[in-house]
């Protein structure tokens, strides 16, 4: 029986590797469809949300049922619960890559954010691919180097997360009103993307050491 359950929580971690894959691929995809314009490949960001979302409710089914049966404790109670709550992020972050992409469907065939804040959207979206596939990397590996690499690369995405506000708060601006809203949107979801990024990276951290990362820090 220990040795199936142990099977059991290799087969959570493999899926919550899946499921992180499948985000990394869904926000290097969005950000591209926001950049070029690309409403081809924005409307394949948002159907394949869906197969993020069921392998999202797949693994909380597992996970449920490891802990109706196998009744764990300790470390291995914490891997269980700590899955369904990763999950649950990862399932998140693929929402807001289904939202980067809609923005640029909506404003096909025109580029979503005026000229003068392109390159901190390239920027911004070049750091969120980044993050996703450091974020596969620690679900494989459990390293909390790269768990530190994802919190340091959040703090630059906050960064430029506030240099928009700055940016459309400004006396400068000049942008119509839609411009305002969807360059405050894209933003916030690429800078949200990011934050459940850091959540995650925070629980692996405290899987790995036991130690607990406050959420200010």
Same mark, same amino acid.
């Given at each position: 029986m220990r040795e199936v359950f142990q099977q059991e929580l290799r087969e959570v971690q493999e899926r919550l590797v899946e499921i992180a894959e499948l985000v990394a691929e869904a926000i290097e995809r969005a950000t591209q469809a926001f950049n070029e314009s690309d409403v081809a490949? =924005? +409307?394949?960001?948002?159907? /394949? %949300?869906? &197969?993020? $979302?069921? #392998?999202?409710? @797949?693994?909380?089914?597992?996970?449920?049922?490891?802990l109706a049966r196998q009744q764990p404790v300790a470390r291995d109670l914490r891997i269980v619960v700590s899955a369904l709550r990763i999950s649950a992020s990862l399932e998140r972050m693929g929402d807001m890559s289904e939202h980067i992409a809609q923005?640029?469907?909506?404003?096909?065939?025109?580029?979503?954010?005026?000229?003068?804040?392109?390159?901190?959207?390239?920027?911004?979206?070049?750091?969120?691919?980044?993050?996703?596939?450091?974020?596969?990397?620690?679900?494989?590996?459990?390293?909390?180097?790269? =768990? +530190?690499?994802?919190?340091? /690369? %959040?703090? &630059?995405? $906050?960064? #430029?997360?506030? @240099?928009?506000?700055?940016?459309?708060?400004?006396?400068?601006?000049?942008?119509?009103?839609?411009?305002?809203?969807?360059?405050?949107?894209?933003?916030?979801?690429?800078?949200?993307?990011?934050?459940?990024?850091?959540?995650?990276?925070?629980k692996v951290q405290y899987l790995a050491t036991g130690d607990w990362i406050p959420a200010d820090a």
């Open positions: 490949l =924005a +409307e394949k960001v948002i159907e /394949d %949300d869906a &197969k993020i $979302d069921e #392998l999202a409710v @797949s693994l909380d089914e597992l996970a449920i049922n490891i923005l640029s469907r909506y404003r096909f065939p025109d580029k979503v954010v005026p000229k003068s804040l392109r390159p901190t959207f390239a920027e911004m979206g070049a750091l969120d691919v980044m993050i996703a596939r450091k974020l596969v990397t620690l679900l494989r590996s459990e390293d909390v180097r790269v =768990a +530190e690499e994802i919190r340091n /690369d %959040d703090d &630059k995405v $906050d960064a #430029l997360h506030l @240099s928009v506000f700055d940016k459309v708060l400004g006396a400068t601006w000049n942008g119509e009103a839609v411009d305002t809203v969807d360059a405050t949107l894209a933003s916030r979801y690429h800078e949200r993307f990011a934050d459940h990024a850091v959540s995650i990276a925070k």
